[in-house]
């Protein structure tokens, strides 16, 4: 019990202030977050086109080198036996043996020097190339076949669960072709590896002349290619559909240029020959990637939104066909026979059964229709001329002064009294 003339005790007042300032400091922190995310990621300021595919290139460049050096360190370690080793096929007992064919043998008989040939314009090959890219952008434009491809692709199974489904808003596939000038052919070994950087190496030399030959081009492409889309952001944490955020992207080509570099791989005995390509490390791609966030209170073109689809496109395109990566494709048999034969008079009948297999169903349909819609042309036009010819023998009847007798009415000589 206290005193009577005591003091009351003080309050506390230690509690209060640092939840006060656990408060301000919360609040601090959030603020300056919000900044930074604000400031690097909505106004952040993107390196130059030139510096970034600087950047790219040298990385591009040091990944390839790493290749090949692994390449021509395993090669070193291995046993002469192992790279000597040959593929054993089956011969004909009927056929002549040809003499040994090498790449320095086809170049002697084709009058080709690598070393002092000059590369060619390939101006023959421009126009071909250009006729097969109209023929596909005029299909395309009488066939959804490319939009519902892309469409199917875009929401296949492999699409992320924080995405809703893709909508494509516009599709352009450009109007100028390639142009592939500064062709030259030159030698090198199974791995895709010159033959001149091979023995500079020192790795094999003498052994690795027995190569393929390798046609190297260079591509550009100046063009305006763009495919938009449009979707939604799905956040489905700490539950589903707690936030959706709407999310419009466009992705332009507006120019390519590298070094395409085209070689046959020889097949096998249970393999087709194939054609295998890739590009160089040295290419350049420019994009244009514009964006739209948000519903009400939209944010357009966001820097960080177009460094990452950029990063990812390259990306893409790099681990597909750059080398030392490359795409091959299985060449059919050039060897002439009777059911690829077209043209002339016997060849009519098989054209057209060609094309009918080509078409398949879709163009049975069109034909259905067209002659469905024939059928009632003609019936209408039939109904109309009978019609007509009705009228104008009622007209001509008329003309000549005679009368049509109503049933049930009065002769015509008795007047009414």
């Not at 090949?68 to 370690?77: E, G, H, M, V, W």
């Not at 070689?263 to 994009?287: I, K, Q, W």
Request: hydrophobic share 40%; proline share 6%; glycine share 6%.
């Amino acid at each position: 019990m206290a005193a009577p003339g005591a003091a009351p005790p003080l309050p506390k007042t230690e509690s209060s202030l640092s939840f006060t300032q656990g408060l301000l400091l919360g609040q601090l922190s959030i603020v300056l977050l919000l900044g930074a995310f604000i400031k690097f990621f909505i106004f952040g300021v993107p390196p130059s086109a030139d510096v970034t595919a600087s950047l790219r290139a040298t990385e591009r460049r040091s990944r390839t080198l790493a290749h090949k050096r692994s390449l021509l360190s395993l090669r070193s370690t291995s046993t002469p036996s192992s790279q000597t080793r040959t593929l054993q096929k089956k011969r004909s007992s009927v056929l002549r043996n040809p003499p040994p064919l090498t790449t320095n043998t086809i170049l002697s008989k084709t009058y080709y020097n690598v070393d002092a040939h000059q590369p060619e314009s390939l101006d023959w090959f421009n126009v071909l190339i250009a006729q097969t890219i109209a023929q596909f952008r005029s299909d395309a434009q009488h066939d959804d076949a490319i939009l519902t491809s892309l469409t199917q692709a875009l929401n296949s199974n492999s699409r992320p669960d924080f995405l809703d489904e893709i909508k494509i808003t516009e599709l352009s596939l450009g109007e100028d072709f390639p142009i592939f000038s500064n062709c030259r052919v030159i030698p090198v070994d199974e791995d895709g590896l010159v033959l001149g950087d091979i023995r500079k190496g020192g790795v094999g030399g003498g052994e690795r002349e027995h190569g393929r030959l390798q046609a190297r081009m260079d591509v550009d492409l100046s063009d305006f290619i763009t495919l938009a889309l449009e979707t939604k952001l799905l956040l489905n944490y700490p539950k589903p559909l707690v936030a959706i955020l709407p999310v419009a992207l466009a992705v332009s080509v507006v120019r390519f240029s590298g070094t395409l570099s085209i070689s046959f791989v020889p097949g096998t005995a249970g393999n087709a020959t194939t054609l295998a390509f890739s590009f160089l490390d040295d290419y350049r791609l420019d994009l244009s990637i514009r964006s739209l966030v948000g519903s009400r209170s939209r944010l357009q073109d966001v820097p960080k939104i177009a460094q990452l689809v950029e990063q990812r496109l390259h990306m893409w395109f790099d681990e597909r066909c750059v080398e030392p990566r490359f795409q091959q494709i299985e060449l059919p048999s050039l060897w002439p026979r009777k059911k690829n034969t077209r043209g002339g008079e016997e060849g009519v009948g098989v054209e057209r059964e060609s094309l009918g297999r080509a078409k398949g169903k879709e163009v049975q349909r069109d034909l259905r229709e067209e002659a469905r819609r024939e059928v009632e042309a003609e019936q209408r036009a039939k109904v109309e001329s009978e019609r007509v010819e009705a009228e104008g023998l009622r007209w001509r009847r008329r003309a000549r002064g005679e009368e049509y007798a109503m049933p049930g009415s009065m002769p015509a000589g008795l007047g009414m009294t």
